[in-house]
Protein backbone atom coordinates (compact mmCIF):
# COMPACT_ATOMS: atom_id res chain seq x y z
CA UNK A 1 0.00 0.00 0.00
CA UNK A 2 1.03 3.42 -0.68
CA UNK A 3 2.45 4.89 2.82
CA UNK A 4 3.15 8.45 2.45
CA UNK A 5 0.46 11.36 1.50
CA UNK A 6 2.62 14.41 0.52
CA UNK A 7 -0.66 16.81 -0.24
CA UNK A 8 -3.47 17.00 2.22
CA UNK A 9 -5.36 19.90 3.62
CA UNK A 10 -5.32 19.35 7.70
CA UNK A 11 -9.47 20.36 7.63
CA UNK A 12 -9.80 18.79 4.16
CA UNK A 13 -9.48 15.27 6.27
CA UNK A 14 -12.72 15.86 7.87
CA UNK A 15 -15.28 13.81 7.77
CA UNK A 16 -19.17 14.10 7.30
CA UNK A 17 -19.30 12.60 10.54
CA UNK A 18 -17.24 14.64 12.44
CA UNK A 19 -17.98 17.62 11.07
CA UNK A 20 -22.04 16.74 11.74
CA UNK A 21 -21.07 15.65 15.42
CA UNK A 22 -19.41 19.04 15.41
CA UNK A 23 -22.70 20.80 13.98
CA UNK A 24 -24.45 19.23 16.71
CA UNK A 25 -21.73 20.89 19.08
CA UNK A 26 -21.50 24.11 18.32
CA UNK A 27 -24.06 24.89 14.95
CA UNK A 28 -26.10 26.86 16.96
CA UNK A 29 -23.01 28.96 18.56
CA UNK A 30 -21.65 29.65 14.96
CA UNK A 31 -25.07 31.17 13.82
CA UNK A 32 -23.77 34.07 11.83
CA UNK A 33 -21.54 31.91 10.11
CA UNK A 34 -23.14 29.39 8.91
CA UNK A 35 -25.89 32.15 7.11
CA UNK A 36 -23.11 33.10 5.49
CA UNK A 37 -21.81 29.71 4.39
CA UNK A 38 -25.40 28.91 3.16
CA UNK A 39 -25.54 32.20 1.42
CA UNK A 40 -22.20 31.50 0.08
CA UNK A 41 -23.77 27.78 -0.95
CA UNK A 42 -26.47 29.44 -2.86
CA UNK A 43 -24.94 31.90 -5.12
CA UNK A 44 -22.17 29.14 -6.34
CA UNK A 45 -25.11 26.48 -7.19
CA UNK A 46 -28.95 28.32 -6.84
CA UNK A 47 -29.70 26.02 -3.75
CA UNK A 48 -29.62 27.26 -0.21
CA UNK A 49 -28.99 24.99 2.40
CA UNK A 50 -31.47 24.48 5.40
CA UNK A 51 -28.94 24.01 7.59
CA UNK A 52 -31.09 25.05 11.11
CA UNK A 53 -33.05 21.69 9.78
CA UNK A 54 -30.36 19.76 10.00
CA UNK A 55 -29.66 20.58 14.00
CA UNK A 56 -33.00 18.76 14.88
CA UNK A 57 -32.47 15.89 12.46
CA UNK A 58 -30.92 12.11 12.91
CA UNK A 59 -30.45 11.73 9.36
CA UNK A 60 -26.30 12.89 7.91
CA UNK A 61 -27.52 11.92 4.12
CA UNK A 62 -29.03 15.78 3.42
CA UNK A 63 -25.83 17.33 5.53
CA UNK A 64 -23.40 14.95 3.29
CA UNK A 65 -25.27 15.52 0.35
CA UNK A 66 -24.52 19.62 0.63
CA UNK A 67 -20.42 18.79 1.83
CA UNK A 68 -18.83 16.43 -0.17
CA UNK A 69 -17.99 16.96 -3.52
CA UNK A 70 -18.66 14.38 -5.51
CA UNK A 71 -19.39 15.74 -9.21
CA UNK A 72 -17.40 17.94 -11.41
CA UNK A 73 -17.61 21.46 -10.04
CA UNK A 74 -15.65 25.00 -10.41
CA UNK A 75 -13.36 26.66 -8.30
CA UNK A 76 -16.50 28.94 -6.38
CA UNK A 77 -18.77 25.60 -5.95
CA UNK A 78 -15.78 23.57 -3.99
CA UNK A 79 -14.93 27.02 -2.24
CA UNK A 80 -19.02 27.08 -1.40
CA UNK A 81 -18.93 23.30 0.14
CA UNK A 82 -15.55 23.85 1.59
CA UNK A 83 -17.26 27.04 3.35
CA UNK A 84 -19.28 24.54 5.67
CA UNK A 85 -15.71 23.73 7.13
CA UNK A 86 -14.68 27.28 7.56
CA UNK A 87 -18.28 28.18 9.14
CA UNK A 88 -17.88 25.82 11.66
CA UNK A 89 -14.27 25.07 12.25
CA UNK A 90 -13.05 28.73 12.05
CA UNK A 91 -9.93 27.14 10.05
CA UNK A 92 -7.90 27.91 13.44
CA UNK A 93 -7.18 26.96 16.90
CA UNK A 94 -10.63 26.68 18.07
CA UNK A 95 -11.38 23.27 16.05
CA UNK A 96 -7.87 21.78 16.35
CA UNK A 97 -8.79 18.88 18.07
CA UNK A 98 -11.09 17.74 15.03
CA UNK A 99 -7.94 17.15 12.81
CA UNK A 100 -6.77 14.44 15.49
CA UNK A 101 -9.68 12.37 14.92
CA UNK A 102 -8.43 13.04 10.78
CA UNK A 103 -4.92 11.80 11.62
CA UNK A 104 -5.99 8.74 13.44
CA UNK A 105 -7.66 7.81 10.93
CA UNK A 106 -4.88 7.74 8.65
CA UNK A 107 -2.51 5.97 10.91
CA UNK A 108 -5.10 3.38 11.62
CA UNK A 109 -5.54 2.89 7.43
CA UNK A 110 -1.75 1.76 7.52
CA UNK A 111 -0.20 5.21 6.43
CA UNK A 112 3.75 5.77 7.98
CA UNK A 113 3.43 9.29 7.32
CA UNK A 114 1.20 12.42 6.11
CA UNK A 115 2.10 16.04 6.08
CA UNK A 116 -1.00 18.08 6.85
CA UNK A 117 -1.27 21.63 5.60
CA UNK A 118 -2.14 24.08 7.67
CA UNK A 119 -4.01 27.35 6.84
CA UNK A 120 -2.80 30.92 8.73
CA UNK A 121 -5.69 32.88 8.92
CA UNK A 122 -4.93 36.16 8.32
CA UNK A 123 -7.04 37.83 11.27
CA UNK A 124 -5.12 35.97 14.07
CA UNK A 125 -2.79 38.38 15.78
CA UNK A 126 0.67 37.51 16.12
CA UNK A 127 0.44 36.27 19.76
CA UNK A 128 -2.97 34.34 18.54
CA UNK A 129 -0.57 32.55 15.68
CA UNK A 130 1.97 32.21 18.66
CA UNK A 131 -1.02 29.87 19.89
CA UNK A 132 -1.65 28.34 17.18
CA UNK A 133 1.91 27.11 16.25
CA UNK A 134 1.64 26.03 20.24
CA UNK A 135 -1.31 23.77 19.42
CA UNK A 136 -0.48 22.27 16.47
CA UNK A 137 2.77 21.19 17.59
CA UNK A 138 1.23 19.72 20.89
CA UNK A 139 -1.11 17.93 18.34
CA UNK A 140 1.80 16.56 16.60
CA UNK A 141 3.60 15.25 19.39
CA UNK A 142 0.56 13.81 20.70
CA UNK A 143 -0.38 11.92 17.76
CA UNK A 144 3.56 11.21 16.87
CA UNK A 145 4.20 9.43 20.59
CA UNK A 146 0.63 7.82 20.11
CA UNK A 147 2.16 5.81 17.36
CA UNK A 148 5.65 5.63 18.06
CA UNK A 149 7.04 6.31 14.64
CA UNK A 150 4.82 3.71 13.50
CA UNK A 151 3.13 6.72 12.01
CA UNK A 152 4.31 10.30 11.74
CA UNK A 153 2.34 13.19 11.22
CA UNK A 154 4.18 16.56 10.25
CA UNK A 155 2.88 20.39 9.46
CA UNK A 156 3.17 22.92 6.27
CA UNK A 157 1.46 25.64 6.90
CA UNK A 158 -0.76 27.38 3.92
CA UNK A 159 0.97 31.43 3.88
CA UNK A 160 -1.62 33.58 2.50
CA UNK A 161 -0.72 34.33 -1.48
CA UNK A 162 -0.85 37.94 -0.71
CA UNK A 163 2.50 40.21 -0.32
CA UNK A 164 0.58 41.91 2.48
CA UNK A 165 0.75 38.82 4.17
CA UNK A 166 2.89 35.70 3.45
CA UNK A 167 6.37 37.55 4.38
CA UNK A 168 4.99 38.51 7.41
CA UNK A 169 3.69 35.54 8.49
CA UNK A 170 6.66 33.47 7.51
CA UNK A 171 8.61 35.96 9.62
CA UNK A 172 6.10 34.76 12.64
CA UNK A 173 6.81 31.23 12.18
CA UNK A 174 10.36 31.68 11.72
CA UNK A 175 10.49 33.97 15.28
CA UNK A 176 8.08 31.19 17.11
CA UNK A 177 10.59 28.19 15.66
CA UNK A 178 13.79 29.58 16.75
CA UNK A 179 12.39 30.32 20.14
CA UNK A 180 11.02 26.88 20.65
CA UNK A 181 13.49 24.46 18.06
CA UNK A 182 12.40 21.75 20.55
CA UNK A 183 8.75 21.56 19.58
CA UNK A 184 9.38 22.15 15.58
CA UNK A 185 10.84 18.89 14.43
CA UNK A 186 7.38 17.85 12.81
CA UNK A 187 7.37 21.65 10.95
CA UNK A 188 8.49 20.51 7.61
CA UNK A 189 6.92 22.89 5.15
CA UNK A 190 5.48 25.82 3.81
CA UNK A 191 2.75 26.18 1.13
CA UNK A 192 0.99 28.53 -0.75
CA UNK A 193 -3.18 27.09 -2.21
CA UNK A 194 -6.29 29.00 -1.73
CA UNK A 195 -7.57 30.73 -5.05
CA UNK A 196 -4.12 30.78 -7.45
CA UNK A 197 -5.20 32.90 -10.81
CA UNK A 198 -4.54 36.50 -9.20
CA UNK A 199 -1.03 35.55 -7.94
CA UNK A 200 2.18 35.68 -9.73
CA UNK A 201 4.58 33.43 -8.54
CA UNK A 202 7.39 35.27 -10.35
CA UNK A 203 7.12 37.72 -7.53
CA UNK A 204 7.41 35.71 -4.67
CA UNK A 205 11.22 34.82 -5.94
CA UNK A 206 13.18 36.85 -3.57
CA UNK A 207 11.18 35.48 -1.01
CA UNK A 208 12.12 31.90 -1.76
CA UNK A 209 15.37 33.17 -2.17
CA UNK A 210 15.26 34.29 1.39
CA UNK A 211 13.32 30.69 2.66
CA UNK A 212 16.03 29.21 0.88
CA UNK A 213 18.97 30.94 2.36
CA UNK A 214 17.39 30.72 6.21
CA UNK A 215 17.06 27.26 5.21
CA UNK A 216 20.83 26.72 4.76
CA UNK A 217 22.16 29.01 7.94
CA UNK A 218 19.93 26.70 10.36
CA UNK A 219 18.97 23.52 8.20
CA UNK A 220 17.01 22.25 11.65
CA UNK A 221 14.80 24.46 11.37
CA UNK A 222 14.56 24.66 7.30
CA UNK A 223 11.27 24.36 5.52
CA UNK A 224 10.32 23.18 2.03
CA UNK A 225 8.23 25.35 -0.39
CA UNK A 226 5.08 23.94 -1.66
CA UNK A 227 2.83 25.18 -4.19
CA UNK A 228 -0.28 25.10 -5.40
CA UNK A 229 -0.01 26.22 -9.45
CA UNK A 230 -1.88 25.08 -12.61
CA UNK A 231 -4.42 23.71 -10.69
CA UNK A 232 -7.44 26.08 -11.93
CA UNK A 233 -7.72 28.39 -15.28
CA UNK A 234 -10.91 29.35 -15.62
CA UNK A 235 -10.09 33.47 -15.30
CA UNK A 236 -6.67 33.24 -16.62
CA UNK A 237 -5.40 32.31 -20.47
CA UNK A 238 -4.43 28.31 -20.02
CA UNK A 239 -1.19 29.51 -21.68
CA UNK A 240 -0.36 31.80 -18.70
CA UNK A 241 -1.54 29.30 -16.59
CA UNK A 242 1.38 26.57 -17.72
CA UNK A 243 3.80 29.44 -17.90
CA UNK A 244 3.27 30.05 -14.00
CA UNK A 245 4.19 25.97 -13.54
CA UNK A 246 6.96 26.49 -15.41
CA UNK A 247 8.46 29.78 -13.82
CA UNK A 248 7.57 28.28 -10.24
CA UNK A 249 9.90 25.08 -11.36
CA UNK A 250 12.57 27.36 -12.47
CA UNK A 251 12.23 29.08 -9.00
CA UNK A 252 13.38 26.27 -7.61
CA UNK A 253 10.12 25.01 -5.47
CA UNK A 254 10.16 22.13 -3.68
CA UNK A 255 6.91 20.24 -4.77
CA UNK A 256 4.35 21.36 -6.96
CA UNK A 257 0.64 20.36 -6.41
CA UNK A 258 -1.22 19.53 -9.41
CA UNK A 259 0.16 21.23 -12.24
CA UNK A 260 -3.13 20.23 -13.86
CA UNK A 261 -3.23 22.11 -17.07
CA UNK A 262 -0.03 20.54 -18.36
CA UNK A 263 -2.00 17.34 -19.29
CA UNK A 264 -5.56 19.30 -19.71
CA UNK A 265 -7.12 18.20 -22.46
CA UNK A 266 -8.78 21.11 -24.31
CA UNK A 267 -10.08 18.89 -27.42
CA UNK A 268 -12.73 16.87 -25.40
CA UNK A 269 -13.17 19.00 -22.14
CA UNK A 270 -16.52 21.21 -22.12
CA UNK A 271 -15.72 23.01 -18.81
CA UNK A 272 -13.22 25.17 -20.10
CA UNK A 273 -14.42 28.99 -20.70
CA UNK A 274 -12.78 29.68 -24.41
CA UNK A 275 -11.81 33.88 -23.69
CA UNK A 276 -10.33 36.16 -21.30
CA UNK A 277 -10.27 39.75 -21.19
CA UNK A 278 -6.35 40.83 -20.59
CA UNK A 279 -4.94 44.24 -21.11
CA UNK A 280 -2.58 44.98 -24.04
CA UNK A 281 0.56 45.35 -21.11
CA UNK A 282 -0.53 42.08 -19.28
CA UNK A 283 -0.58 40.00 -22.53
CA UNK A 284 2.92 41.77 -23.94
CA UNK A 285 3.96 41.27 -20.47
CA UNK A 286 3.53 37.31 -20.53
CA UNK A 287 4.42 37.06 -24.27
CA UNK A 288 8.20 38.88 -23.03
CA UNK A 289 7.90 36.21 -20.38
CA UNK A 290 7.16 33.67 -22.61
CA UNK A 291 9.89 34.36 -25.42
CA UNK A 292 12.63 34.06 -22.31
CA UNK A 293 11.76 30.57 -21.86
CA UNK A 294 11.30 30.04 -25.57
CA UNK A 295 7.79 29.15 -25.58
CA UNK A 296 5.38 29.88 -28.55
CA UNK A 297 2.05 31.41 -27.37
CA UNK A 298 -0.78 32.35 -29.79
CA UNK A 299 -4.41 33.72 -29.54
CA UNK A 300 -6.79 35.70 -31.18
CA UNK A 301 -7.49 38.79 -29.87
CA UNK A 302 -10.81 40.70 -30.58
CA UNK A 303 -13.04 43.22 -28.18
CA UNK A 304 -10.16 42.79 -25.91
CA UNK A 305 -10.80 38.97 -25.31
CA UNK A 306 -8.45 36.15 -26.54
CA UNK A 307 -9.48 32.89 -27.28
CA UNK A 308 -6.28 30.28 -27.68
CA UNK A 309 -6.50 27.92 -30.27
CA UNK A 310 -6.67 24.04 -28.99
CA UNK A 311 -3.64 22.64 -31.32
CA UNK A 312 -1.46 25.96 -30.23
CA UNK A 313 -1.99 25.02 -26.62
CA UNK A 314 -1.20 21.39 -26.71
CA UNK A 315 1.97 22.34 -28.15
CA UNK A 316 2.72 24.88 -25.66
CA UNK A 317 1.87 21.64 -22.94
CA UNK A 318 4.55 19.33 -24.73
CA UNK A 319 7.60 22.24 -24.71
CA UNK A 320 6.86 23.31 -21.40
CA UNK A 321 6.65 19.27 -20.03
CA UNK A 322 10.16 19.13 -21.77
CA UNK A 323 11.45 22.20 -19.82
CA UNK A 324 10.05 20.92 -16.64
CA UNK A 325 11.25 17.19 -17.07
CA UNK A 326 14.89 19.06 -17.08
CA UNK A 327 14.14 20.92 -13.78
CA UNK A 328 13.09 17.64 -11.95
CA UNK A 329 10.44 18.96 -9.92
CA UNK A 330 8.16 16.63 -8.30
CA UNK A 331 4.66 16.99 -8.58
CA UNK A 332 1.38 15.85 -6.34
CA UNK A 333 -0.92 14.37 -8.50
CA UNK A 334 -4.28 14.13 -6.53
CA UNK A 335 -6.74 12.06 -9.09
CA UNK A 336 -9.99 13.06 -7.61
CA UNK A 337 -9.59 16.20 -6.69
CA UNK A 338 -8.27 17.16 -10.02
CA UNK A 339 -10.98 14.88 -12.06
CA UNK A 340 -13.84 17.09 -10.27
CA UNK A 341 -12.06 20.60 -9.93
CA UNK A 342 -9.88 20.56 -13.44
CA UNK A 343 -11.58 18.10 -15.58
CA UNK A 344 -8.22 16.92 -16.64
CA UNK A 345 -7.39 13.78 -13.95
CA UNK A 346 -6.09 10.71 -16.22
CA UNK A 347 -4.96 12.84 -18.92
CA UNK A 348 -2.47 15.02 -16.69
CA UNK A 349 -1.53 11.73 -15.37
CA UNK A 350 -0.86 10.61 -18.32
CA UNK A 351 1.49 13.54 -19.44
CA UNK A 352 3.50 13.51 -16.51
CA UNK A 353 4.20 9.72 -16.85
CA UNK A 354 4.76 9.81 -20.75
CA UNK A 355 7.44 12.54 -19.98
CA UNK A 356 9.11 10.48 -16.38
CA UNK A 357 8.01 13.47 -14.88
CA UNK A 358 8.39 12.01 -11.11
CA UNK A 359 4.60 12.25 -9.73
CA UNK A 360 2.94 11.32 -6.18
CA UNK A 361 -0.58 10.32 -6.65
CA UNK A 362 -1.89 12.43 -2.80
CA UNK A 363 -5.24 12.68 -1.61
CA UNK A 364 -5.80 16.75 -1.33
CA UNK A 365 -9.23 16.77 1.03
CA UNK A 366 -10.02 13.19 1.39
CA UNK A 367 -13.00 13.91 3.71
CA UNK A 368 -14.63 16.28 1.43
CA UNK A 369 -13.88 14.11 -1.40
CA UNK A 370 -14.90 11.25 0.15
CA UNK A 371 -11.89 8.95 -0.81
CA UNK A 372 -8.90 7.61 0.78
CA UNK A 373 -4.84 8.03 0.08
CA UNK A 374 -5.20 3.68 -1.49
CA UNK A 375 -8.58 4.55 -3.38
CA UNK A 376 -6.81 7.41 -4.92
CA UNK A 377 -3.97 4.76 -5.78
CA UNK A 378 -6.49 2.78 -7.64
CA UNK A 379 -8.15 4.84 -9.50
CA UNK A 380 -4.75 6.08 -11.10
CA UNK A 381 -3.46 2.76 -11.50
CA UNK A 382 -6.67 1.83 -13.47
CA UNK A 383 -5.16 3.62 -15.86
CA UNK A 384 -1.85 3.48 -15.87
CA UNK A 385 -0.42 -0.02 -14.56
CA UNK A 386 3.11 1.03 -14.70
CA UNK A 387 2.66 3.25 -11.89
CA UNK A 388 3.51 0.85 -8.96
CA UNK A 389 3.18 0.86 -5.03
CA UNK A 390 6.79 0.71 -4.87
CA UNK A 391 8.13 3.25 -7.11
CA UNK A 392 5.30 5.50 -5.35
CA UNK A 393 6.66 4.73 -1.83
CA UNK A 394 10.49 5.05 -3.15
CA UNK A 395 9.31 8.68 -4.68
CA UNK A 396 7.43 9.72 -1.48
CA UNK A 397 10.32 8.73 0.94
CA UNK A 398 13.08 11.13 -1.26
CA UNK A 399 10.54 13.96 -1.71
CA UNK A 400 9.87 14.22 2.07
CA UNK A 401 9.54 17.98 2.74
CA UNK A 402 12.26 17.58 5.35
CA UNK A 403 14.59 16.08 2.71
CA UNK A 404 14.04 18.25 0.09
CA UNK A 405 14.94 21.45 2.87
CA UNK A 406 18.03 20.07 4.08
CA UNK A 407 16.38 19.20 7.20
CA UNK A 408 17.59 15.43 7.35
CA UNK A 409 19.16 12.86 4.72
CA UNK A 410 17.08 10.83 2.52
CA UNK A 411 18.01 7.71 4.56
CA UNK A 412 16.96 9.32 7.50
CA UNK A 413 13.97 9.66 9.99
CA UNK A 414 12.20 12.57 11.66
CA UNK A 415 10.87 10.03 14.64
ZN1 LIG B 1 -4.45 21.09 -2.43
Not at 174 to 187: I, Q, R, T, Y
Not at 199 to 221: A, G, M, T
Not at 335 to 351: I, Y
Request: hydrophobic fraction near 40%.
Amino acid sequence: MLLYDHHVHAFGCIHPEDLWNYLHKTGRERKGYMDWYAQTYEQAFLEKPDWEKWLSSKSLDDFSRFYLCEAPLNFAQFQAKFNLIIALCDLGPKSIDLLEIAMDRHALQGLKQVEYRFPLPVRLSQEDMYVYFELVSQLLQRVNERYRGQFIATAAFTLPREMAWYPLHYQWLKLWMEKHPKKVLFFTAIDFSYFEENDEILEKKRFFSRVKEDNFQNPDLALAILVHVGETFESIPAGLSMLRVLEAAKLGVDRIGHGSVLGFNFKHNLLRPQTQVLSHDILQGIHSRMKAHGLTWDYELKDQTITEEQSMLAELQEQVLRLIKKMKTPFEHCPSSSSRLSGSSQSTLGAFLRHNIDTLICSDDPGIFSTTLQKEFYFANHQFPELTIDVQNQLAHAHRSEVMSGKIQVASRLF
